[in-house]
């Protein structure tokens, strides 16, 4: 491995070495519908929510058993909370129809349930179930394109394909959220902490605001 890559990747995992999913849940489900609600929004607000809505709503079939008005006011506080209403219900009914209501553990069944996505699947696959994989959200992007992890023009796919590639398959699943937590408190989108990094060096943003 380029040894560039494995200093920022030593680096990350010194940082946070407790680096842990944030999205609050007591089970495969909750985590589901956490992971679900979380799109273009940050989990902080999430957990906010699902602090009242966990308690109202604890099976798929209690999701069904209110009007879609109700689910939307529930979600209201949300982006985006009327696409996400409509595919809670149609993943939650899928769940019952197809899976005797337990979220299933593969990823190409998780991915079939409306509103999941592969990063979903990803997230439900490595903290529900403990399988390896490398969910690539926005703060994993960002970070892997900065450290040369990855190309600008790399899709999310292509990112995760290539993490995969570079990291042993017993680390997938810790050094993605050691990758997230340095994305979210650290090399942030709009302000990154690079006068506090250990790894401007080998990183092609910050060469990149040298030139400018």
């Not at 909750?30 to 992971?35: F, G, T, Y």
Request: net charge positive; aromatic share 8%.
């Amino acid at each position: 491995m380029n040894l560039c890559l494995m200093s920022s990747i030593k680096v990350i995992e010194q940082m946070f070495p407790n680096a842990k999913c944030e999205l609050i849940h007591e089970n495969e489900f909750e985590l589901l519908i956490a992971v679900m609600l979380s799109a273009q929004t940050t989990d902080e607000s999430v957990n906010k929510l699902t602090d009242h809505l966990f308690s109202k709503y604890k099976k798929p079939v209690d999701y069904l058993n209110v009007p879609i008005t109700e689910l939307e006011g529930d979600l209201r506080k949300l982006g985006l909370y009327r696409r996400k209403a409509l595919n809670i219900r149609s993943t939650c009914q899928l769940l019952i129809d197809k899976y005797k209501g337990v979220v299933p553990n593969t990823r190409d069944e998780l991915i079939s349930l409306p509103g999941v996505g592969r990063k979903t699947a990803n997230v439900i696959l490595g903290v529900a179930f403990n399988e390896p994989a490398i969910p690539v959200d926005t703060h994993v992007e960002r970070v892997s394109k900065r450290l040369g992890f990855a190309e600008e023009n790399d899709s999310a796919y292509a990112v995760e394909k290539k993490l995969m590639n570079i990291l042993p398959k017993d680390k997938w699943n810790e050094f993605h959220h050691q990758i997230i937590f340095f994305g979210r408190y650290h090399c942030t989108a709009r302000s990154p902490h690079c006068e506090q990094c250990e790894l401007t060096k080998n990183c092609i943003y910050f060469k990149s605001r040298l030139l400018k």
